[in-house]
């Protein structure tokens, strides 16, 4: 059964219950109150009649008129029962078996009760025993009133109130339907704009009628999950393309190797074996070829293992000591092509991180100043505090990096034109970044077309010494 109907049933059963309870006790406080009425006039009649009678009145001389647009009738008896006196022939005898004035003149005290004297019976009637003043002679006055007045009365009021909580209650269903539609419209309109939503187009968000009420706030959570599933969607289809475009370009560039190997192993084969010096110059061709695919895989790798959050051996190093093995090896590799110096601190600079791969990230860095700095150039390393932070720097006098250039050069496979200094397969400064950003660091550069470029490894203040993976640091 649809929600609004199960509303619907249960309100309308909620407010029948309660309509009947207030019909009843409505019912039966009218029906007290009519037949209270009754009695309170008959008791007044009898008391007022029995007044003058003790006095030495009459029937006669009592308020006949007044009685009799009330409805009352009066019997006056005397001690044997028999009719000495009444309003309305009511062809009433001693020996009636109605014995209401027997009670009262037995106990001497009044007396009340029903009994069927009119011809609208059956009759309230209430008896007062009453001693005539001076002979003492017993009389008893009796009093009554019928309740078929108030039995009509009450039958009109029933049907009247049956009526009315009947229409109440018809109305308090319909009532309730409509309550219970406009509450669960909001609903409704969520569910067709859901239904409408693609399973690719999360986009969209759900229509929200009124935030504060329950269905606006679970309709604010569930268009928040939608934002939040839309931008994990994005990333993931972001993810995917840098995957896809990974995949092209590392098979682009290890195809080029595997080609010219490919090339040199066939003219070994198929001839150059006869000319020992065309032999030797395929040889190292290949030797050169390999070597290149191995570095090529290795930064691959390289790349692999810190995407998959590979575990850092993470401690408390000089900073400066470590710039300057780096500086060394780059020194060698320079060939005096360029000059390279270090210029330690004045103090030790201490850094929680992994010894060997801020050691590799230093090195890209300087390989990479290396080849793009003419010969005859200079390159600084420095290392120092920025801010409480340990940083390492690296600056060249080299051909610079166009701007346009800047937000891409952190891009996997990605080379500045290959014209204006020397190749290499473009992952050097990836595997640089994602080594900082493992730490928790980052790598900032500045550069000039034609004036050099600075490249700076920035580490965090308070990284916790111990092993951990990137997902535990970031």
Same mark, same amino acid.
């Given at each position: 059964m649809p929600i609004r109907w199960r509303l619907t049933l249960f309100n309308a059963l909620a407010i029948g219950v309660i309509l009947l309870v207030l019909g009843i006790g409505l019912y039966v406080l009218v029906r007290d109150t009519l037949l209270s009425n009754t009695e309170n006039t008959v008791r007044q009649a009898a008391v007022s009649v029995a007044k003058t009678i003790r006095s030495g009145g009459t029937l006669e001389e009592s308020n006949r008129e007044r009685l009799t647009l009330e409805g009352v009738f009066v019997v006056v008896r005397d001690g044997q029962g028999k009719v000495v006196g009444e309003t309305l022939r009511l062809g009433v005898q001693g020996g009636s078996r109605d014995g209401v004035w027997k009670q009262a003149a037995r106990s001497g005290k009044p007396a009340s009760g029903t009994a069927n004297l009119s011809n609208q019976a059956p009759d309230y009637v209430y008896a007062v025993p009453v001693r005539l003043k001076g002979s003492g002679a017993l009389r008893i006055v009796e009093a009554g009133k019928p309740y078929q007045g108030a039995q009509e009365t009450l039958e009109d009021f029933s049907a009247v109130l049956a009526a009315g909580i009947g229409a109440a209650f018809l109305l308090s269903i319909a009532g309730a339907y409509i309550l219970a539609r406009a509450a669960l419209k909001p609903v409704d309109r969520v569910v067709v704009a859901a239904r409408e939503m693609g399973e690719g187009d999360?986009?969209? @968000?759900?229509? #929200?009628?009124?935030?504060?009420? +329950?269905? &606006? !706030?679970?309709?604010?959570?569930?268009?928040? /999950? =939608? *934002?939040?599933?839309?931008?994990?969607?994005?990333?993931?289809?972001?993810?995917?393309?840098?995957?896809?475009?990974?995949?092209?370009?590392?098979?682009?560039?290890?195809?080029?190797?595997?080609?010219?190997?490919?090339?040199?192993?066939?003219?070994?084969?198929?001839?150059?074996?006869?000319?020992?010096?065309?032999? @030797?110059?395929? #040889?190292?061709?290949?030797?050169? +070829?390999? &070597? !290149?695919?191995?570095?090529?895989?290795?930064? /691959? =790798? *390289?790349?692999?293992?810190?995407?998959?959050?590979?575990?850092?051996?993470?401690?408390?190093?000089?900073?400066?000591?470590?710039?300057?093995?780096?500086?060394?090896?780059?020194?060698?590799?320079?060939?005096?092509?360029?000059?390279?110096?270090?210029?330690?601190?004045?103090?030790?600079?201490?850094?929680?991180?992994? @010894?060997?791969?801020?050691?590799?990230?230093?090195?890209?860095?300087?390989?990479?100043?290396?080849?793009?700095?003419?010969?005859?150039?200079?390159?600084?390393?420095?290392?120092?505090?920025?801010?409480?932070?340990?940083?390492?720097?690296?600056?060249?006098?080299?051909?610079?990096i166009p701007e346009d250039e800047l937000p891409m050069i952190f891009e996997r496979f990605h080379r500045v034109d290959p014209s204006r200094g020397a190749g290499g397969a473009g992952l050097g400064l990836s595997i640089a970044r994602q080594i900082a950003e493992t730490h928790g660091g980052t790598i900032e550069v500045e550069s000039r077309v034609g004036e050099g470029s600075t490249f700076t490894l920035l580490l965090p203040e308070d990284l916790p010494s111990g092993g951990g993976t990137r997902a535990d640091l970031l």
């Open positions: 999360l986009a969209k @968000r759900l229509p #929200v009628a009124n935030p504060k009420d +329950e269905i &606006g !706030r679970l309709t604010t959570t569930i268009n928040a /999950l =939608l *934002a939040r599933l839309e931008a994990a969607f994005a990333r993931r289809e972001e993810a995917l393309a840098r995957q896809r475009r990974f995949a092209a370009d590392a098979s682009h560039e290890l195809r080029t190797p595997l080609t010219s190997i490919s090339g040199y192993a066939r003219m070994l084969d198929e001839w150059a074996l006869k000319d020992p010096e065309t032999a @030797r110059e395929a #040889v190292r061709a290949i030797r050169e +070829e390999s &070597g !290149r695919m191995r570095s090529l895989v290795e930064s /691959l =790798l *390289a790349l692999t293992r810190g995407d998959e959050g590979a575990p850092l051996n993470l401690g408390r190093h000089d900073l400066a000591s470590i710039a300057s093995e780096a500086t060394d090896a780059a020194r060698a590799s320079a060939q005096g092509k360029v000059e390279v110096e270090f210029r330690p601190p004045q103090g030790p600079v201490e850094a929680n991180c992994d @010894r060997e791969r801020i050691l590799q990230a230093a090195s890209i860095l300087l390989d990479n100043a290396v080849k793009y700095t003419p010969e005859g150039g200079r390159i600084s390393v420095e290392v120092g505090r920025r801010g409480g932070s340990p940083f390492l720097s690296v600056t060249d006098t080299g051909i610079g």
